[in-house]
């Protein structure tokens, strides 16, 4: 419905994020550079906490 009404090439909203689509944010750069620091000090766990919809996952896929 959407893809022919606005002429676009993929579904706009799919049940899974994807990392094509992240946008690099302020705040998504710092956790991102926080989470590698962790990764590449070896620190064990990290967690990555906000509100819905704020690119949890997308953020650990990009990351990925």
Same mark, same amino acid.
């Given at each position: +419905?959407y893809q %022919? =009404?606005?002429?676009?090439r %993929? &579904?706009?909203?799919? #049940? /899974?994020?994807?990392?094509q689509?992240f =946008? #690099?944010?302020?705040? !998504?750069g /710092?956790?991102? %550079?926080? #989470?590698?620091?962790g990764? !590449?000090?070896r +620190?064990?766990? +990290? ?6 919809g704020t690119? &949890?996952t ?6 990925l």
């Amino acid at each position: +419905m959407y893809q %022919e =009404f606005y002429g676009l090439r %993929e &579904k706009p909203f799919a #049940l /899974t994020p994807d990392p094509q689509y992240f =946008f #690099l944010s302020e705040t !998504h750069g /710092t956790a991102i %550079e926080s #989470l590698l620091y962790g990764i !590449h000090q070896r +620190m064990g766990f +990290m967690v990555v906490t906000g509100d819905i919809g704020t690119g &949890k996952t997308t953020l650990c896929r990009a990351l990925l």
